[in-house]
C-alpha cells in the first residue's frame, strides 16, 4: 500500500514526491521524540514546536510565499520577485494529517508507531491522499495493522466508488461546463435570471465535484479493509449556516475545532473571545482553502454569519418555519459561493450586483430562456440528487424486497460505471477544484 501510494503520488507531482516523502520522514522522526520524552513537558514542548513550525513552514512557503509577496507589491508598490512555483498536489491535506497526528501524540493519545511504512502509508494512502477526507491517524492506526477484506466490504466499496465517480462525472463536469460558460461572459451581458442559474450550478458543481471524491475515496478504503469517516452529509437541506458546517466538509470542520477552536477556549471564556475565535478559525479556514483574498473575505463572511446566528439569528430561526429557514441558508450558500468563485474580487463584486439587478441586462433575454431549456433538467437532478430523497427510496426497496433492491443496485452501478466511462473516453472537460488545496 506504501510503494503504491507513492506511485500514485508520482504519476501525477514526480518532483514534489520527495517534499512528501520528506514531511512524512520528518513527522515519523517528531512521533518518535515525542513518545521518547515521556512525561518531560518541556522536552515535548519544544518537540511540538519544532514539528508544527516545519509543517506549517513547508505549507506556508509552497502555498502563501507569493501571495504574500503579491500583496506586499499591492500595497507598498514595491516591485519583490515572486517565485512562481507549481502548488503541490495535496499539500494542504497530507500537512494537516500530519499536525493532527503530532498534535495528538503531544496530548497522550499513544505512542508513535515504529514501523515506518506503518506511518507512510497513513500519510500517503492514495484513496484520500489528494483531496481527503482528513483522516486522523488514531482512526486508522489499528485498521493499518489488521483489517479484514472480504467480498461484501469489497463490493460496498465498489459501490459507493461508483456513486462518487458518478457524481463527479455525470453531474459535477457538466454542471461546471456549464458554470464556465456564465463565468467567462462579461457581467454587462448577464441577466438575473442566467445569473442564479450559473451560481446554482456552481454550488452544485462544487458539491458534488468535491463529496463525489470523498465517496470514490471512502469506496476505495472499503475495498482494501479501511473504513473513513464521512465527509459529506447533504449539506443543501441545512436549515442555518451553523448546520451547512456541520454537514459540509466534516473532516476539515472538526479539524479547525479540534486543533484551533478549542484550544483557544471555545466559547468558555465569555463573547469577546468567542467572537475572537470564531473569526481567527474562519480567517484561517479561508486561506486554508486558496492563496487569495477571496478566500480570505469568504471565510470572514462564514465567520460574521455564524456569530450573529450565535448571538440572535438561532432564536429566530427556532421561530421561523422550516421553509423559510431552509430558504434563509441556501441564500446566503448561494451569495458566500459568488466570494468563493471569483478569485479577482472586483468581479465577485459585479457578479453579486447582477444577481439583485443592479448590472447586467435586465432579468431575463433569449440567452437565459436557452439556458433554461437546455440546463434547467440537469439542475433539477443535481438538486434532487443533493437531497437524501434517493436514499430514502433505497430503505423502502430494500424493506419491500430484498431482492430487488440488490438486482436495482447492480443494475445501476453498472449504468453509472460505463455511463462515466464513455463521458472519460470521450470528454476533455475533466476539471477537479479542489486540486489546488
Known amino acids: 500500500m506504501f510503494v503504491s501510494s507513492l506511485i500514485f503520488y508520482a504519476w501525477g507531482e514526480p518532483v514534489y514526491i520527495l517534499l512528501m516523502f520528506f514531511s512524512t520522514l520528518i513527522n515519523y522522526a517528531h512521533g518518535l521524540l515525542l513518545t521518547r520524552s515521556g512525561e ?53 491535506f497530507y500537512t494537516f494529517k500530519a499536525i493532527s497526528y503530532i498534535i495528538d501524540l503531544y496530548r497522550g493519545a499513544g505512542p508513535a508507531p515504529r514501523n515506518f511504512i506503518d506511518f507512510g502509508t ?33 463490493g460496498e466499496g465498489v459501490r459507493r466508488f461508483v456513486a462518487g465517480l458518478g457524481k463527479k462525472v455525470l453531474l459535477a463536469n457538466n454542471l461546471g461546463f456549464f458554470w464556465a460558460q456564465i463565468q467567462q461572459a462579461p457581467p454587462s451581458e448577464l441577466t438575473i435570471c442566467t445569473a442564479w442559474l450559473g451560481i446554482i450550478a456552481f454550488a452544485l458543481h462544487i458539491y458534488f465535484d468535491f463529496s463525489g471524491y470523498s465517496d470514490m475515496a471512502i469506496g476505495l478504503g472499503k475495498m482494501f479493509g479501511f473504513t473513513f469517516p464521512e465527509n459529506f452529509q447533504y449539506p443543501y437541506i441545512s436549515q442555518s449556516i451553523t448546520e451547512f458546517w456541520r ?85 446566503l450558500i448561494l451569495l458566500g459561493w459568488v466570494l468563493f468563485a471569483f478569485a479577482h474580487l472586483p468581479a465577485g463584486l459585479a457578479y453579486l450586483q447582477v444577481l439583485f439587478g443592479l448590472h447586467g441586462r435586465g432579468f431575463c433575454d433569449q440567452q437565459a430562456l436557452y439556458y433554461l431549456s437546455t440546463q434547467v433538467v440537469l439542475i433539477l437532478i443535481a438538486s434532487l440528487a443533493s437531497t437524501p430523497f434517493s436514499k430514502h427510496v433505497q430503505e423502502k426497496l430494500l424493506a419491500r424486497s430484498a431482492a430487488c433492491y440488490y438486482t436495482a443496485a447492480t443494475l445501476s452501478c453498472l449504468m453509472v460505471l460505463l455511463l462515466s466511462t464513455a463521458y472519460l473516453v470521450d470528454s476533455t472537460y475533466n476539471p477537479f477544484f479542489y486540486f489546488r488545496f
Open 122 to 154: 497513513y500519510v500517503s494512502l492514495f484513496p484520500q491522499l489528494l483531496a481527503g477526507p482528513i483522516v486522523r491517524y488514531q482512526t486508522v492506526s489499528a485498521q493499518l495493522r489488521q483489517r479484514r477484506e472480504g467480498f461484501a466490504g469489497f
Open 247 to 331: 454537514r459540509w466538509h466534516i473532516s476539515l470542520g472538526t479539524w479547525f475545532r479540534d486543533y484551533v477552536y478549542l484550544p483557544l477556549g471555545g466559547n468558555r471564556s465569555g463573547k469577546l473571545a468567542l467572537y475572537r475565535n470564531l473569526f481567527l478559525v474562519w480567517f484561517l479556514t479561508g486561506l486554508w482553502h486558496g492563496a487569495s483574498w477571496n478566500f480570505v473575505l469568504w471565510g470572514l463572511y462564514y465567520g460574521l454569519i455564524l456569530a450573529l446566528e450565535k448571538t440572535f439569528l438561532f432564536k429566530w430561526l427556532s421561530l421561523a418555519p422550516r421553509c423559510l429557514c431552509h430558504a434563509y441558508a441556501v441564500l
Open 40 to 92: 518531560k513537558k518541556n522536552k515535548s514542548r519544544l518537540v511540538l514546536i519544532s514539528a508544527l513550525a516545519t509543517n506549517l513552514g513547508l505549507l506556508c512557503f509552497y502555498k502563501y510565499y507569493d501571495f504574500l509577496l503579491e500583496s506586499i507589491n499591492s500595497v507598498l508598490g514595491t516591485s519583490l520577485a515572486v517565485l512562481g512555483l507549481p502548488l503541490p498536489l495535496g499539500i494542504s
